[in-house]
């Protein structure tokens, strides 16, 4: 079983910037290929960018992409996600997510995903 714990979200005013982080454990995490989705109010949840075992492939939604950048340390076991120019539609719960299946380069919709996080919430305001 693996846990991943999210932290870092909070308030931020728009134009500005919030990095995530998300510690795992309970399994060898350079073997986990690991992603962020989030959840606006009244919305589905959504993909946001994934990254492979050895952090050398990503990939991003067209939303956040040149804006966002998802990276890793299997070292300390962690996944980031540096979101910079953030704007008021930004504004959900992110999750943190792993699989334990191959890279895909692409949309990911979730049904890939064995591990799921609690969320954090990030709120950019106007």
């Known amino acids: 079983q693996v846990q991943l714990v999210e932290s870092g979200g909070g308030l931020v005013q728009a134009g500005g910037s919030l990095r995530l982080s998300c510690a795992a454990s309970?399994?060898?995490?350079?073997?986990?290929?690991m992603g962020w989705f989030r959840q606006a109010p009244g919305k589905e949840r959504e993909f946001v960018a994934i990254?492979?075992?050895?952090?050398?492939?990503?990939y991003y939604a067209g939303s956040v992409k040149g804006r966002f950048t998802i990276s890793r340390d299997n070292v300390e076991n962690t996944v980031y996600l540096q979101m910079n120019s953030l704007s008021p539609e930004d504004t959900a719960v992110y999750y943190c997510?792993?699989?334990?299946?191959?890279?895909?380069?692409?949309?990911?919709?979730?049904?890939?995903?064995?591990?799921w996080g609690q969320g954090t919430q990030a709120i950019v305001s106007s």
């Open positions: 997510a792993a699989t334990t299946r191959n890279y895909k380069e692409g949309i990911y919709t979730g049904d890939e995903i064995d591990y």
């Open positions: 309970g399994r060898t995490f350079s073997e986990l290929v």
């Open positions: 990254i492979s075992w050895s952090g050398e492939r990503t």
